[in-house]
């Protein structure tokens, strides 16, 4: 390879990329206030897939002439009309939401590691502890809870003496758990 082509542009590539990505811009903004502000959420893993679906669509087609700028489009709207459809079906059959989604589940209950939920997510003690620090937590006595929740993001809720509303956490597995601390290592 020669080192002048590597670092090469001439003014028609640069023509073509920014029309390109003002182009796929213009069309993403459009795209978006149809579908909704979920559009680039993660809120669930098929949120996750959509989102990079996009970013892999949007490299191919700003950075070369395959695909077209109308390809790059077509293939965005199909994966927002996609998304769509799975939204509304999740939230109108429950058993496809369940067969779609990971259910959040509990690492940690009062202070204590669930190992089992642990070892179900391939998680080490290390990676809690890591998300614990984060949070400014200095005592494995003030975590309440660890959650891994649906979109592989940690939760950690202190124990701050206020009674929990129970039916948010209705979602998690293992939530009874949560509800006396002497039954949460297991």
Not at 76 to 84: D, E, K, N, P, T
Not at 153 to 173: C, E, H, N, Q, Y
């Amino acid at each position: 390879m020669q080192w002048e082509t590597w670092f090469s542009i001439d003014s028609q590539q640069v023509l073509g990329i920014s029309l390109s990505a003002i182009g796929f811009y213009l069309g993403l903004m459009v795209f978006t206030r149809l579908m909704g502000l979920r559009s680039f959420s993660k809120l669930s893993s098929h949120d996750f897939a959509m989102t990079v679906g996009i970013g892999s669509i949007l490299a191919s087609t700003v950075l070369s002439d395959t695909p077209s700028l109308s390809q790059g489009l077509f293939a965005v709207a199909v994966l927002f009309v996609i998304q769509g459809v799975i939204s509304i079906i999740r939230r109108k059959v429950k058993p496809f939401k369940s067969l779609i989604d990971n259910q959040a589940i509990i690492l940690m209950a009062h202070g204590e590691y669930l190992w089992d939920n642990l070892k179900e997510a391939n998680l080490s003690t290390s990676d809690v502890q890591e998300v614990l620090r984060k949070n400014g937590i200095k005592s494995k006595a003030e975590v309440f809870a660890v959650i891994m929740e649906t979109t592989g993001d940690m939760s950690v809720l202190k124990s701050d003496g206020v009674t929990p509303d129970w039916s948010l956490f209705d979602d998690i597995r293992d939530s009874e758990l949560l509800i006396t601390p002497n039954n949460s290592a297991s």
